[in-house]
């Protein structure tokens, strides 16, 4: 089963493709139609966006090629890994926190979304129920229990506790 970043990733690299083979050709033509190329901003700024698409598309292959060596099978399946769900207690304070860890391109702080590349990703990692965690912040030592864990097999149904 393919991780749902790389669909996402593909999808990106469609709507890349088609404005580097379907829209920047149509500006550079209508650019290059006002005449003189040496001194035509339009045309300058639509081989910049060309540039800049075509690097993209670079780094977005690169990386879907990169996230592609990850399947289903090799994500853990009782412990803290790529896609679980985790609700935390911090244990100083007693509040009660739910992440999803997700890869940086994934990231949305606000719906709970962080990397597992985070000081707080990396401390959750292969981590199971019960389970404390000590994260180094700007603010100092925070110290973590995991009180729930969905991993991503147990959110597709397929997971074994």
């Known amino acids: 089963m393919e991780l749902p970043i790389v669909k996402r990733l593909k999808r990106d690299l469609e709507g890349l493709y088609h404005e580097l ?5 149509k500006d550079l ?3 290059a139609a006002h005449g003189d190329l040496s001194e035509n901003a339009e045309y300058e700024a639509a081989r910049a966006r060309q540039d800049f698409v075509r690097a993209r598309i670079a780094q977005l292959e690169e ?8 399947n289903l099978s ?3 399946q009782a ?3 790529y896609g679980s769900r985790v609700k935390l207690e911090e244990v100083e304070v007693g509040e009660v926190t739910e992440y999803q860890i997700v890869f940086p391109e994934e990231v949305d702080p606000a719906a ?4 597992l590349h985070s000081p707080l990703g990396q401390a959750l990692l292969h981590k199971e129920i019960g389970d404390e965690v000590e994260v180094v912040t700007p603010q100092g ?3 973590y229990q995991i009180i729930s864990l ?3 097999h147990d959110l597709n149904g397929e997971g074994n506790s």
């Open 21 to 25: 083979n379907v829209r920047i050709p």
């Open 29 to 31: 033509q209508e650019a």
């Open 63 to 70: 990386r879907a090629r990169q996230l592609a060596l990850y």
């Open 74 to 76: 090799s994500i853990p």
């Open 79 to 81: 412990v803290v890994a």
């Open 112 to 115: 709970g979304y962080i990397s």
């Open 141 to 143: 030592k925070r110290y």
């Open 150 to 152: 969905l991993t991503l």
